[in-house]
């Protein structure tokens, strides 16, 4: 390979200094990093925690309702679920109304798991919005609520 076959290096520059995609993602990894961290003595990870807290609830969601929730492909929330489900915390059953269509609840171990993870969730949240700052961590999820 030629160094024609290559972009400049400062557009490589440019898109790594202004990229927002890029930039989102980094901070994503990281802040997931520090919720992972703060997590492993309850034995989740951030995203199984979101996934329990999104479950969190009197009526059995459909794995539809919640993959859209959490943004994320039918496919991809089922492999999430199934470590879940062996561990005793989530419970899957076909929809009452379509056979075709599963619902999603918490097992009391779910529900014990989620209320002693719970003040570790909120002292690791804290700190990541002390980082941020309070008003601007308002304004982060405000944009990125927006953006969903």
């Known amino acids: 390979m030629s160094k024609e076959d290559f972009l400049p290096l400062e557009i490589t520059h440019m898109v790594r200094d202004n990229c927002l995609c890029m930039h989102l ?3 994503a990894r ?10 492993r003595p309850h034995g989740l990870t951030s995203g199984q925690f979101s996934l329990l807290m999104s479950l969190n609830r009197p009526d059995a969601p459909s794995i539809g309702s919640v993959a859209r929730l959490l943004a994320m492909d039918r496919t991809t929330l089922t492999a999430n679920i199934k470590p879940l489900e062996r561990r005793g915390l989530v419970h899957v059953r076909p929809h009452p109304s379509d056979k075709r269509s ?10 014990r798991l989620l209320r ?3 003040p570790t969730w909120q002292s690791a949240h804290k700190s990541a919005e002390g980082l941020i700052g309070t008003s601007d ?3 982060l999820r405000d944009n990125l609520v927006k953006m969903s």
């Not at 599963?102 to 529900?111: A, I, K």
């Open 25 to 27: 993602q980094r901070a």
């Open 116 to 118: 002693e993870a719970f």
């Open 137 to 139: 961590a308002q304004r």
């Open 30 to 39: 990281a802040m997931a990093r520090h919720f992972d961290d703060a997590l």
């Open 102 to 111: 599963r619902c999603l609840s918490l097992t009391d171990e779910g529900r």
